[in-house]
C-alpha cells in the first residue's frame, strides 16, 4: 500500500491497458506483484490463515481490492489510516475466525 500511494503515477502507469504488449519492464513489475501475491496467498493457506479457495482467483480479488483502496488514497477520497483499517478489514474477511 505504501508504494501505490507514494507512487501512484507508477501504480497508474502499471494498470492502464495500452495497445500492444507492454513494455518489458512494465510487464516485470506487474509478474513481481502477482508473484509477491501469490506467494502470500499460497503460504497462508498452506498454514490455514487462509480459507481453501481458488488460488488465482483470490490473487486478483486481493489485487483488485488494494489497488482500489490505493486509488481512494491516491485521490484524496480517504486519507491514508483510512486506508490501513480497510486494508485490515480486507484481509480478516479472507482469513479464518
Avoid: C, W
Wanted: glycine letters at 6%; aromatic letters at 8%; proline letters at 4%.
Amino acid at each position: 500500500m505504501h508504494f501505490a500511494v507514494t507512487d501512484a503515477a507508477f501504480l497508474d502507469l502499471m494498470f492502464t491497458a495500452k495497445n500492444g504488449s507492454p513494455p518489458e519492464g512494465l510487464r516485470a513489475a506487474s509478474e513481481r506483484l502477482f508473484t509477491a501475491f501469490g506467494d502470500l496467498i499460497d503460504r497462508s493457506t498452506e498454514a490455514g490463515e487462509l480459507r481453501p479457495q481458488a488460488p488465482y482467483r483470490l490473487q486478483l480479488l486481493f489485487a483488485a481490492v488494494m489497488q482500489g483502496i490505493a486509488s481512494l488514497v491516491t485521490t484524496r477520497r480517504i486519507s491514508a489510516e483510512d486506508a490501513d483499517s480497510l486494508v485490515d478489514d480486507a484481509i480478516s474477511l479472507l482469513v479464518h475466525d
